[in-house]
Each structure stands twice: as structure tokens, then as C-alpha cells.
């Protein structure tokens, strides 16, 4: 492992311990070099998972996408950042759960719509309007409906 600060290549392990979400390893290395610490982390490399569009075309997964809709949806809510990738670990988590080597873009934006709806209901509103493709009013008037009969 490289030292960010002086790009020296001998580094040592001070700590170790699995991180937050249990699925990496964070690491504290000291510098053989300078001196000054860092923290790195560690997370099993697994094959790519493939997206399935709507379109039928295909892309490798990527987190950020998840991450911009769910933020997107929560701007100006009372959401912390750290619900924000909580939720978003716990979506990953479940995609990878699956064990599939391809997952439709519909299954991942049902599992973001389920958990968006227990963290803050705007937001679920904000993110299936754009999901579903809300047409008119009636389409957001019948979901806060569903919304309030729960």
C-alpha cells in the first residue's frame, strides 16, 4: 500500500478490524517513511454485478447511481447522511444477498421505493414519481393515498 502523503511503498498494519457494515475491513497503517497514518479499507472482490435496464441493455452496477437517486430524493428532508448510506449499504447488501450475476433495474428501485418509504415518506413520494413515471396528479394523489391507508 502506497503512502498518500509521500507515495512511499513500505507501510505497516498498526490496527485492524471489520468496519461499520461488517462487509470490509479497515485497516490503520503507519508510514515506514514519514511516519503519518491512514486508514484503508478492505472489501472482498467479487465478479461485477450486471444492471438489466428497462431496455433490455445491460451495465455493470454501480453504487452512485443508487446513491444520487436516494439523495436526490431526500434533499432538504430531515435525513442524515449517515441514514442516507445506511439504507443504501442495507439495499447493496440484499442485491448481493440475492446471488445473482444479473438484477433488473425494477427489483432495485422496488427495494430503494420499500426502504425510502420506512425512512421518510416525502422522499419515497419524491423518488416513485420519477421511478413510476408519474404522468399527472391523480397518479401522486393515488399513491399518497396507498401512503395513508398504511
Known amino acids: 500500500m502506497k503512502c498518500p502523503y509521500c507515495n512511499e ?12 457494515d461488517n462487509s470490509s475491513i479497515r485497516r490503520r497503517r503507519q508510514c515506514e517513511s514519514c511516519g503519518k497514518r491512514f486508514t484503508t479499507y478492505e472489501k472482498l472482490e467479487t465478479m461485477p454485478l ?9 451495465e455493470t452496477y454501480d453504487r452512485s447511481k443508487i446513491e444520487a437517486g ?10 442524515s447522511t449517515q441514514q442516507i448510506n445506511t439504507v443504501i449499504d442495507e ?3 440484499q442485491i448481493f444477498n440475492m446471488e445473482e450475476k444479473e438484477v433488473p433495474t ?5 427495494l430503494v421505493m420499500e426502504k425510502l418509504k420506512m425512512l421518510d415518506e416525502v422522499a419515497y413520494v419524491r423518488f416513485a414519481s420519477v421511478y413510476r413515471e408519474f404522468k399527472d396528479v391523480n397518479t401522486f394523489i393515488d399513491e399518497i393515498g396507498k ?4
Open 106 to 110: 425494477s427489483v432495485i428501485g422496488e
Open 50 to 58: 450486471m444492471v438489466i435496464k428497462k431496455d433490455d441493455s445491460r
Open 9 to 20: 511503498q513500505d507501510t505497516k498494519v498498526i490496527d485492524s478490524r471489520p468496519a461499520d
Open 147 to 150: 401512503l395513508l391507508k398504511k
Open 91 to 93: 439495499i447493496e447488501n
Open 70 to 79: 436516494i439523495i436526490h430524493s431526500c434533499h432538504k428532508r430531515p435525513v
